[in-house]
């Protein structure tokens, strides 16, 4: 897997091309501002940047997006969505209980077989999957979760 990318600013979201080693993204930066003084048009050095011309680029690690979901986050949600479809939906969901909340929590925080789900669905629209295999997969990763908790529940009870 490439790991390494350059940029012109140091900031934001990186886009382009990735290396496999440190030095190949140097030498691929370094070769686009030698053409870019040559006037020949670059990804790196577009005359499209925003502020003053600069002969900087910066080198760095390629990071993978991890989504970050907690049940407090969709329980304040589903209540933000009452209160914008009516004002009676004030004091939605307001008798949550804590274990309540953390069980929702344990259902959607992040574990790993989320993440997988996650890239292959990416990986699915990416190819052209169907929609319904998409919602295949969805239904999977719910049954996975409810068996998850259902075992959670055994060895809470020990029975």
Not at 95 to 102: F, H, I, R, S, Y
Request: aromatic share 10%; hydrophobic share 35%; glycine share 8%.
């Amino acid at each position: 897997m490439n790991e390494w990318m350059n940029n012109r600013s140091p900031d934001g979201t990186w886009y382009g091309d990735t290396f496999a080693t440190r030095e190949e993204a140097v030498e691929d930066g370094m070769r686009q501002h030698a053409d870019a003084l040559q006037g020949l048009g670059t990804d790196l050095f577009d005359d499209d940047f925003p502020g003053p011309p600069t002969n900087v680029f910066y080198v760095g690690r390629v990071v993978k997006f991890r989504p970050s979901v907690d049940g407090c986050d969709l329980i304040e949600r589903a209540q933000q969505d009452a209160w914008d479809a009516s004002e009676y939906g004030e004091g939605y969901l307001d008798d949550v209980t804590k274990e309540q909340a953390d069980e929702l929590d344990g259902l959607v925080s992040a574990p790993r077989d989320f993440y997988e789900a996650a890239e292959k669905a990416r990986q699915y629209a990416r190819d052209g999957m169907r929609k319904n295999d998409v919602l295949a997969l969805i239904d999977l990763l719910e049954m996975h979760h409810k068996s998850d908790m259902s075992a959670r529940r055994k060895n809470d009870t020990g029975k």
